[in-house]
């Protein structure tokens, strides 16, 4: 019986991956590791100048300023990519918005702005990507949030946690339906990592001493620790995964 050896199973020399949200944080992260691992990673945000800032030392990243919160900004990603490489092996369905107000104080419209682009976006560019998916198949990766599984009261929103819990209702369904297409779509659930969105949360001392006593490993993650969780993912070394939550949140859900 032949075993491939480690590296080939993680090898993602000539492959195309989409990242959005890719201009800072776990995105630009999730973009590098792609990279680094061999794939041609376009980085989808809307600032534009960050974006090639970041590809000024990223050979293997190409930049496109696009609007995910809108079906233009969407489709103009996927044709771009569609234009440039032909095909779409891999898809990480990483940008999302947080409302920044508790229940009682968030409006019906602003809830309905996160869900368009926490959920309907995700779904929308990974039926298009399906529709460019290569021979080899397509893997999808939902970025979703240990909120979409557990509430975190007195943190957190109501339009954020209902997004990223539909996201992983979206990610079962999804593989599901596109699974004999050979369309993988599984969902990456964080716990606590320090990004632009949660940065007050970090900033305050009663919030972190609070995330470390409710962590089993008792502190938040880093950046790294998620790097080879989103590459298994994305690589040869899943190719019997579907429909699954991985959750990376140092035991928090396990409490």
């Known amino acids: 019986m032949s075993v491939a050896a480690p590296a080939e199973l993680f090898d993602l020399t000539g492959r195309t991956a989409v990242v959005t949200g890719a201009s800072s944080g776990l995105g630009a992260r999730f973009a590098a590791v792609l990279a680094a691992a061999g794939a041609t990673v376009w980085t989808a945000a809307r600032r534009e100048e960050r974006l090639r800032e970041l590809a000024a030392d990223q050979p293997l990243f190409r930049p496109v300023a696009a609007d995910l919160s809108t079906d233009d900004g969407r489709r103009v990603l996927i044709e771009t990519v569609r234009a440039g490489s032909g095909t779409i092996d891999l898809l990480v369905n990483n940008a999302g918005v947080d409302s920044g107000a508790a229940p009682a104080d968030e409006t019906s419209e602003r809830f309905a702005e996160v ?11 990974a039926r298009m990507a399906a529709e460019a998916a290569g021979t080899d198949g397509l893997a999808v990766v939902n970025v979703s949030s240990i909120l979409g599984l ?4 007195p943190m957190g929103g109501a339009s954020y946690a209902a997004s990223k819990a539909g996201l992983l209702g979206l990610t079962r369904e999804l593989a599901g339906h596109w699974g004999r297409r050979g369309v993988r779509v599984n969902a990456l659930a964080p716990g ?3 990004t632009e969105m949660n940065d007050e949360l970090f900033a305050d001392e009663r919030s972190v001493r609070w995330i470390g006593r409710n962590t089993m490993l008792g502190r938040a ?3 790294a620790e998620l ?3 989103l590459l298994f993912l994305c690589s040869p070394a899943s190719t019997y995964l579907t429909g699954q939550i991985l959750t990376v949140d140092g035991g928090w859900t396990a409490r």
């Open 115 to 125: 869900l368009g682009t926490n959920l309907v976006g995700p779904f929308h560019l």
């Open 221 to 223: 993650g880093e950046p």
């Open 150 to 153: 557990v509430s975190a009261a």
């Open 192 to 194: 606590w990592f320090r």
């Open 227 to 229: 790097d080879t969780a």
